[in-house]
Nanobody, 122 residues
Framework: VQLQASGGGLVQTGDSLRLSCAAS????????VGWFRQAPGKEREFVAA????????YYAKSVKGRFSISRDNAKNTVYLQMNSLKPEDTAVYYC????????????????WGQGTQVTVSS
């Protein structure tokens, strides 16, 4: 499966952004999808994940209550709604996919998109 992340940009503290992860190539509805982010000089970290059926979601503590992950299998797209953005949310955001099983580790995912930059100014 091929993934393409989009929707990043430059925003101010407290603003919102919605990232999209568009998939092609295989039966997307069979894939769990995760969002990760990587700030300069830091390791890639888990942000959120959604099960292949869309019934279960997981969030990092740092974003719980502010970010929301959802999917539209008819459009082969997973979304990450990010509200109340903070400067510490600044990073390149990546989406990743894995057949059926949902994980919170980088190694849990086989397929990765190219990343989209999110910059939050103070």
């Amino acid at each position: 499966v091929q993934l393409q992340a989009s929707g990043g940009g430059l925003v101010q503290t407290g603003d919102s952004l919605r990232l999209s992860c568009a998939a092609s190539g295989r039966t997307f509805s069979n894939y769990a999808v995760g969002w990760f982010r990587q700030a300069p000089g830091k390791e890639r970290e888990f942000v959120a994940a959604i099960s292949w059926g869309g019934t279960t979601t997981y969030y990092a503590k740092s974003v719980k209550g502010r970010f929301s992950i959802s999917r539209d299998n008819a459009k082969n797209t997973v979304y990450l709604q990010m509200n109340s953005l903070k400067p510490e949310d600044t990073a390149v955001y990546y989406c990743a996919a894995h057949p059926f099983s949902t994980g919170m580790g980088v190694r849990s995912y086989d397929y990765w998109g190219q990343g989209t930059q999110v910059t939050v100014s103070s």
